[in-house]
């Protein structure tokens, strides 16, 4: 069943009041800014509660609806690991990169790595950052979301992807980064609600969190995983995550952006604090459907569909057209965050610098909305021709981050961290690097590249990258000398010193505070798992039966008088 098959004419006006509300909404606050830097950093006037919810909106893509479901449903809440392990990394990027980031008064993660190490691998990261941007954040969300809006109202692809372009340009072209920010907390609210609704639902229909702890297996409910296991292993997560979460927290142009357009240091980290806080959300919200639809409907042919079969099979009329907002409201909070940044760094990093150096504070602003357009139209181009990413999205991206990170996070992280490090190493660590991970990610994806046991993960291949490119770095930076077009850069003690601040005693409270909830939250998913494994051997072996996902074989005919079985329904004797 599909979800347009039950949109009646109150769903069509719950979506047209909440695109009205959200068109009106970045219209009326762009026609309050001037300036190019209002386009780009929000007139430096994003408010904490407003970077934490833009980072958590753009953080929630279709990919967190669709894949995270899937993912769950097929290996339980393992995956939850991707968000929980997160608030470390902001914790990081708040104390220590953030005051680096904003005493140098940098737009862009390009303009950064210009100062502390000249111009040579300034330009191949220009060049990096948009094709990073224009994968990672754009044409794959174009052609997920296109994928979704296609469900709901049975359009074709192609003007489902088409009616997110017009949607998400006008919102990022209009107003830049700080009407951005505006609707994408606007559309955390909506998410988050949608997804509790959901749950809440959900959960009366298979009688309960524990009739829910009933109906899976005991590793549905255990982060830590095994060292054998085929999904997550916990050494890979625990050494490759780290790897990802660098590139991705601290020195992402996205992400980074957003703390940027803060008023102060203080209020870009006190925005970081709550961004963590809520990434103890998302797996509640996005991978437990897909835990309730294995409970619910096992034996799914794709389990892609996990969270949708929830939707259309679960909602009361009338709901599934808010859900609907809430899918559209993802979609829109990824591409056109990924559209800001990216005309960000082709206007600033690109044109600017080498076409208009003298440019006006008005040129900036129009070339910048016209760039935010051009990308936009060919984003759509390519995500139309990405029809692949519809399949097993999840690790898709995630294996696709994976071999991105390696080469950048060492640069930034040793950077940032060791004065010593030189131009000479940073460059050749972003070329030999990039090329060595992008060949090696390209080869694993087509499964030329494999590896025994848990070498061959592509958490630990990132991780086991990440180490030969610190070690080139290192060498290299030893064997070099300082060049006179790189900034040194100062301590960070001194940094906090020479701007005048130091994170308030509260700041490092509530970190310690989320420290304590994410320990208590995996103490009590493994003790959960731990006690109903030791329910499960207690219990009588059972009847041989097919699992839930297997279905009667040509080999094994059924009764001539009985009809079959229903796809993913359990047999019994």
């Known amino acids: 069943m599909a979800i347009h098959a039950l949109i009646t004419g109150w769903d069509l006006l719950v979506i047209f009041l909440y695109l009205a509300a959200l068109v009106g909404m970045g219209l009326f606050v762009s026609f309050k800014l001037k300036g190019s830097h209002d386009l780009f950093l929000g007139g430096k006037s994003i408010r904490w509660y407003n970077i934490g919810g833009t980072i958590f909106a753009t953080n929630m893509g279709a990919s967190m609806l669709i894949a995270s479901s899937s993912v769950a449903y097929k290996s339980g809440m393992v995956a939850a690991n991707f968000e929980w392990l997160a608030w470390m990394f ?3 990027v708040s104390i220590v990169f953030l005051p680096h980031y904003m005493r140098m008064k940098v737009t862009t993660m390009p303009e950064f790595i210009k100062r502390r190490f000249g111009e040579r691998t300034y330009t191949f990261l220009s060049i990096y950052t948009l094709f990073t941007t224009l994968i990672l954040w754009l044409a794959g969300t ?8 296609s469900q709901a109202f049975n359009w074709p692809l192609w003007l489902s992807i088409f009616f997110l372009t017009i949607i998400c340009t006008v919102l990022a072209a209009s107003g830049g980064l700080l009407v951005v920010a505006i609707t994408d907390t606007f559309q955390t609210i909506l998410m988050i609600g949608g997804s509790a609704t959901l749950v809440l639902l959900g959960l009366h229909h298979v009688g309960g969190f524990q009739g829910l702890v009933d109906s899976i297996p005991a590793d549905y409910w255990k982060l830590v995983r095994p060292l054998d296991d085929k999904s997550f292993p916990w050494l890979a997560m625990f050494l490759g995550y780290p790897v990802m979460g660098i590139w991705f927290w601290c020195t992402d142009q996205t992400i980074i952006q957003r703390f940027m357009g803060a008023r102060s240091l203080p209020e870009a980290q006190r925005g970081a604090l709550f961004a963590g806080f809520l990434k103890v959300i998302p797996p509640f919200l996005f991978l437990m459907p897909g835990i309730l639809c294995f409970a619910l409907h096992p034996g799914l042919d794709d389990p892609d569909k996990a969270y949708m079969m929830m939707v259309t099979h679960h909602l009361p009329t009338g709901m599934v057209g808010f859900m609907a907002v809430v899918m559209i409201a993802t979609l829109v909070s990824s591409i056109d965050s990924g559209l800001n940044s990216f005309s960000t760094v082709l206007t600033m990093d ?7 150096p003298n440019a006006s504070q008005k040129e900036i602003q129009r070339l910048g909305r016209i760039t ?7 984003a759509m181009l390519c995500g139309w021709s990405m029809a692949s990413f519809g399949k097993d999205m999840f690790n898709l991206f995630q294996s696709i981050i994976a071999f991105f990170a390696p080469p950048i996070g060492t640069v930034f992280l040793l950077g940032v961290l060791w004065k010593r490090s030189t131009s000479e190493a940073a460059f050749w660590t972003i070329i030999v690097g990039t090329i060595t991970c992008l060949t090696s ?14 070498f061959g993960h592509y958490l630990m291949m990132s991780f086991m990258l990440f180490v030969c490119m610190v070690v080139m770095f290192v060498v290299i930076s030893l064997l070099t000398q300082p060049t006179p077009d790189q900034e040194a850069l100062l301590g960070t003690k001194e940094t906090y010193d020479e701007m005048g601040v130091k994170p308030p005693k509260k700041l490092w ?23 109903r494994a030791e329910i499960e051997a207690q219990s009588p072996p059972p009847v041989e039966q ?27 004797e």
Do not use: C, H
């Open 441 to 454: 990610g390209y080869l694993y994806n087509i499964g030329i590249l494999t590896l025994p046991g848990v």
């Open 546 to 572: 097919p699992a839930p996902t297997q279905l009667p074989t040509p080999d094994l005919p059924a009764p001539e008088e009985e009809p079959p079985a229903e796809a993913g329904s359990l047999q019994t």
């Open 509 to 531: 409270i509530g970190w310690a505070i989320l420290a304590v909830i994410m320990f208590v939250i995996y103490f009590g998913f493994q003790n959960l798992s731990k006690n």
């Open 90 to 92: 902001l914790l990081l």
């Open 372 to 378: 935010t357009v051009l990308t936009a139209l060919f």
């Open 350 to 356: 690109i044109y600017v610098k080498n076409f208009r």
């Open 142 to 149: 174009f052609y997920a979301g296109g994928v979704i809006v």
